[in-house]
């Protein structure tokens, strides 16, 4: 086959000028019209046009979308999210989002570039070596997107044997383009979160000896898990305990009856995972009963590490310094070490042995100051064709080396 997206010509980005044009426009498109959680009605009827305009029949599935492209027994799963944050846009780019939501996270690049390996696979399809399969998935930040494509069988049909995903970064001292590729191990934390509803009695705020003020309560365990952060996991283990809602009190003068608190917990290790789980409850029990209130615990299960695998992502490594010479590092070689923020992938990374690329997407020397879910972040439009091209060359060339 002769086109203007051959794979295999050494000059992949002189002759991918057109589509990147053609990206920066989707993108654009994506980033005006943003929207959040399970159900994006629009994003996913846009995205699917798009890829019926290129002969490609996507199946809605879980919410998401999934096309599988090529044929033969083995098969690669490439994905990227869709979905944005409810938060106000204030980059002041000309195609600003038109609602109260933004791509805040580069999840437009990644709808964008999926799609532009659509496109590159479609072109090559004769000489794919197997099945790439694109998930395109929606409710990545409240992180439950992958677990419900996970669910409605993503994951079967073919069955995925591999799988990558990539995320944009900005705003860090790296130059514009590099590809992290990750060591194995997990690499992206544990997400999940604690609630606390803590029943004091409420009363005059001049008489608080006839009370009992749930926000002391809830004073007192917060900087007690605060202490269990710093005092009961070891040096080398590592976990992030942050409140981040109190709530409790509505006048200056009345002690309230009751108080509530949420935070995150952020772990790479399921066991110190579960100490915390089991730790917290503990605590605020204490805590209340200390001080004469009762508590509500509970643990809300949020996502698993994302675990890179040493094959898959060796593999991966050796296709891209092959395809982009000078262009790929690892991670802990740019100052970066494991993620501290999560990424619900890692519902997929449990089932199969997969990586997860970081595509950094402005330097913060050149006008990138700030990283994802800031309201001013800024994302380089410039990678766009280079992470279609990293999806497409990592799926065509590992199904060429496993499919004998
Ligand atoms: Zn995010
Ligand atoms: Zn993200």
Redesign the pocket.
């Known amino acids: 086959m002769s086109n203007a997206f051959d794979i295999k010509e050494k000059n992949l980005f002189e002759t991918t000028t057109a589509l990147q044009d053609e990206l920066s426009d989707m993108r654009r498109q994506l980033h005006k019209n943003p929207e959040i959680g399970l159900e994006l009605p629009q994003t996913v009827a846009y995205v699917k046009n798009k890829l019926a305009d290129l002969g490609i029949e996507a199946e809605e599935v879980g919410g998401g979308l999934v096309v599988t492209i090529g044929s033969g027994e083995k098969c690669f799963l490439i994905r990227g999210?869709m979905d944005a944050l409810p938060i106000q846009e204030e980059s002041g780019v000309d195609f600003s989002s038109t609602n109260e939501n933004m791509h805040a996270?580069?999840?437009d690049f990644?709808t964008t570039m999926l799609f532009g390996a659509a496109k590159l696979l479609k072109a090559n399809e004769d000489k794919l070596q197997g099945q790439v399969k694109l998930m395109f998935q929606p409710g990545?930040?409240i992180l439950a997107g992958a677990k419900a494509m996970v669910e409605a069988g993503v994951l079967e049909n073919p069955t995925v044997d591999a799988g990558m995903m990539i995320?944009v970064f900005p705003g860090f001292p790296i130059k514009s383009g590099t590809v992290l590729v990750p060591s194995a191990g997990p690499f992206a934390s544990t997400s999940d979160w604690f609630e606390i509803k803590i029943q004091g009695r409420g009363g005059h705020a001049a008489t608080p000896e006839v009370t009992v003020n749930p926000l002391t309560i809830m004073s007192h365990i917060h900087l007690a898990l605060h202490n269990l952060e710093a005092r009961e996991i070891s040096m080398y283990d590592s976990a992030v305990i942050s409140t981040t809602i109190m709530n409790g009190g509505v006048v200056d003068n009345a002690i309230p009856d009751t108080a509530y608190m949420k935070g995150s917990i952020r772990t790479f290790d399921p066991a110190v995972r579960e100490y915390i789980f089991k730790r917290i409850p503990e605590i605020a029990e204490g805590v209340a009963q200390t001080f004469g209130g009762s508590v509500e615990a509970k643990i809300i299960i949020g996502c698993p590490t994302v675990e890179v695998d040493h094959e898959v992502t060796e593999s991966l490594r050796t296709i891209l310094e092959a395809e982009f010479p000078g262009e790929i590092a690892n991670p802990l070689e740019v100052g970066l070490n494991k993620l501290g923020?999560s990424?619900d992938f890692s519902y997929v990374t449990q089932e199969v042995p997969s990586s997860m690329l970081i595509l950094a997407a402005g330097h913060s020397d050149e006008g990138y100051l700030h990283s994802?879910?800031h309201p001013k972040v800024l994302f380089d439009e410039a990678v766009l064709s280079k992470g279609a091209a990293v999806y497409a060359v990592s799926a065509m060339e590992w199904l060429a080396q496993n499919s004998k």
Do not use: K
């Open positions: 999210d996270c580069g999840h990644h990545e930040e995320h923020g990424e994802v879910h």
